[in-house]
């Protein structure tokens, strides 16, 4: 069974805010990544690691960051939150190879005034 | 370059039609798999199906038949007798052996009218 977890489900916060977007699986995946999607559009890549202390910048530009410290916790920092910013933000995992499929989180629906 | 297009963007059907979402995808490499997730209003991408470009057998998996066909590049998707529930956001995904990117189309989505 797939368990990959997303917090907040929803977030909507002002303008200059920080917060950290929290994405957690139990399935001990070594790949983990982060999507920025709005509503039923396209997915778009920010970052990726392929394991601890591995983190790597996806194809579209963005203003966060992540770290990957345990295999587990992929978490996602936006030091000042932007209207910009307002989208959804999806967490994923997979197994090492290409071959495997990636699992999702819920996701997290933020919202910047 | 890798690349995966989904030219419909949007599709209604009225319930228990049939409808075939259509994928045509762009590699280099002679290794790769393809895959399809689903979308649903509640917004978790849910996975599929995957086949690897060794495999071309077409499968059907209850009311879902996928067609795998290397000499067009596609990987078309077929709902048979749609029902409402099957109303969502439909992407394909690509990834090439030993890479880390899964490459995505841009989604169709499919209305499923009662």
């Known amino acids: 069974e797939a368990d990959i977890y997303q917090t907040p489900r929803y977030l909507v916060i002002g303008t200059g805010k920080k917060i950290t977007l929290e994405c957690s699986q139990t399935?001990?995946?070594?790949?983990m990544y982060w999507y920025q999607q709005d509503p039923g559009m396209e997915l778009h890549l920010i970052h990726y690691?392929?394991?601890?202390?591995?983190?790597e910048k996806g194809d579209l530009s963005s203003e966060s960051t992540v770290s990957r410290i345990r295999t587990e916790h992929f978490p996602l920092t936006l030091e000042s939150a932007r209207p910009s910013h307002t989208s959804q933000y999806l967490c994923?995992?997979?197994?090492?190879?290409?071959?495997?499929?990636?699992?999702f989180g819920p996701g997290t629906r933020l919202t910047v005034l | 370059a890798q690349k995966v297009t989904q030219a419909q963007t949007e599709i209604s059907v009225v319930e228990k039609e049939d409808v075939t979402l259509d994928c045509v995808y762009e590699?280099?490499?002679?290794?790769?798999?393809l895959f399809w997730y689903k979308q649903p209003p509640s917004g978790e991408l849910v996975f599929l199906i995957r086949?690897?470009?060794?495999?071309?057998q077409n499968e059907i998996s209850g009311r879902y038949s996928w067609n795998f066909q290397k000499s067009t590049s596609s990987f078309n998707f077929t709902i048979t007798a749609s029902q409402v529930v099957d109303s969502a956001v439909y992407f394909c995904?690509?990834?090439?052996?030993?890479?880390?990117?899964?490459?995505f189309g841009t989604g169709t989505r499919l209305k499923v009218l009662a």
């Open positions: 994923a995992s997979s197994e090492s190879a290409g071959w495997n499929e990636q699992f």
């Open positions: 399935m001990g995946h070594d790949k």
């Open positions: 690691s392929y394991g601890v202390n591995s983190t």
């Open positions: 590699t280099r490499d002679t290794t790769y798999y």
């Open positions: 086949r690897n470009s060794f495999d071309e």
């Open positions: 995904a690509l990834s090439e052996a030993g890479t880390y990117k899964y490459i």
